[in-house]
């Protein structure tokens, strides 16, 4: 069973950065990859940026494009999402995701295509005007 843990949420300026991390476990294939999605109530969870085991895939949530920035180091198992300028609009609750197996065929609508695996706990993410 995947098992992930988050950390780094907060509350912040307009403009101001935080720093999401999440360590994964129990993943069972070489080629996975891991990400974020984002709820606000009332909305439907969206995909906001997702990263491939080989760094091969790479995506981003348009509007968060420029301002966030997803990376991996495998050899903890952690992925972390950088975010900086960020937006009122970007409060949400921020789960990280596992997609295990991945295939680079998912593409840029993976969010839609592929159900994830296994979803963290969720961390608020608040930025104040």
């Known amino acids: 069973e995947v098992q992930l843990v988050e950390s780094g949420g907060g509350s912040v300026q307009t403009g101001g950065s935080l720093r999401l991390s999440c360590v994964a476990s129990g993943l069972k294939f070489d080629n996975h990859a891991l990400g974020w999605f984002r709820q606000v109530p009332g909305k439907e969870r969206e995909g906001v940026s997702l990263i491939s085991s080989d760094n091969k895939d790479i995506y981003y949530e348009d509007s968060v494009k420029g301002r966030f920035t997803i990376s991996i180091d495998n050899t903890k198992n952690t992925v972390f999402l950088q975010m900086n300028s960020l937006k009122p609009e970007d409060t949400a609750v921020y789960y990280c995701?596992?997609?295990?197996?991945?295939?680079?065929?998912?593409?840029?609508?993976?969010?839609?295509?592929?159900?994830?695996?296994?979803w963290g706990q969720g961390t608020q993410i608040t930025v104040s005007s």
């Open positions: 995701v596992a997609v295990d197996p991945w295939f680079s065929s998912y593409g840029v609508r993976w969010a839609q295509l592929r159900m994830p695996d296994a």
